[in-house]
């Protein structure tokens, strides 16, 4: 069974730059989160998706964030612009369903913003 | 708000030895499932073990346990016989919402010395 994936691995932008993230979930998972995980510090949660509806964005900085996935599938996340503070790994993780089931992680997209 | 306290930012233990890791939370229900996930160097996030505050049982999987001490709010992982590839980054994570969307401690980086 293949994972989560996530493209670019790797990302390095100036500050003000627009970036986008993105992440093909477990096939057949319809609940796909992404979290922002900081040097040193567990990851924050951002934004969960069911299919392709929105369950919770209450923690996406929406000023500059923004995420979509539109067809319940793959997703996007994206920046703009970009802060010096926004450096980061970006991870998406992927579940059966919405509820107490396991997250399976990608393996993040690490962000550089100089 | 949920919040979850990892006080112990490093931790080393010798092969073969056993070690525990400790994890507080702060919550309002009484419902509730809690997670140990771990992240080992440069690879992916995974999940160690889970606990459902309804059951008086401690959940166990191989050499991985946990004392889960619900009205002190406390979720501590037990390794026993430890390995060198259980070197990595430990995280104590609760669901934000009913859609399990993860809030995570601050990390215990744990080193395995041979």
């Known amino acids: 069974e293949a994972g989560v994936a996530q493209s670019p691995r790797y990302k390095i932008i100036e500050k003000r730059q627009s970036v986008a993230f993105w992440c093909n979930p477990i096939?057949?998972?319809?609940?796909l989160y992404w979290y922002q995980q900081i040097l040193g510090q567990g990851p924050k949660l951002l934004i969960q998706f069911q299919n392709n509806g929105v369950v919770d964005d209450s923690q996406l900085p929406k000023d500059r964030f923004s995420a979509e996935r539109l067809k319940g599938v793959d997703s996007t996340l994206k920046i703009q612009p970009a802060k010096l503070e926004d450096s980061a790994v970006y991870l998406c993780a992927s579940s059966l369903a919405s509820g107490v089931y396991e997250q399976y992680f990608g393996p993040g997209t690490r962000l550089t913003v100089t | 708000a949920q919040t979850v306290t990892q006080s112990q930012p490093e931790m080393s233990v010798q092969e073969a030895e056993t070690v525990t890791l400790s994890c507080t939370y702060d919550?309002?229900?009484?419902?509730?499932?809690l997670f140990w996930y771990k992240q080992p160097p440069s690879r992916q996030m995974i999940l160690v073990i889970r606990q459902e505050a309804y059951k008086q049982q401690n959940a166990t999987e191989n050499r991985f346990s946990v004392n889960f001490q619900k009205a002190a709010k406390s979720f501590s992982l037990k390794i026993s016989d430890s390995q060198l590839g259980d070197t990595a980054m430990y995280f104590c994570?609760?669901?934000?919402?009913?859609?399990?969307?993860?809030?995570f401690g601050g990390g215990t980086r744990l080193m395995v010395k041979p």
């Open positions: 096939s057949g998972h319809a609940t």
């Open positions: 919550t309002s229900e009484n419902n509730y499932y």
């Open positions: 994570a609760f669901p934000h919402n009913a859609g399990n969307m993860l809030t």
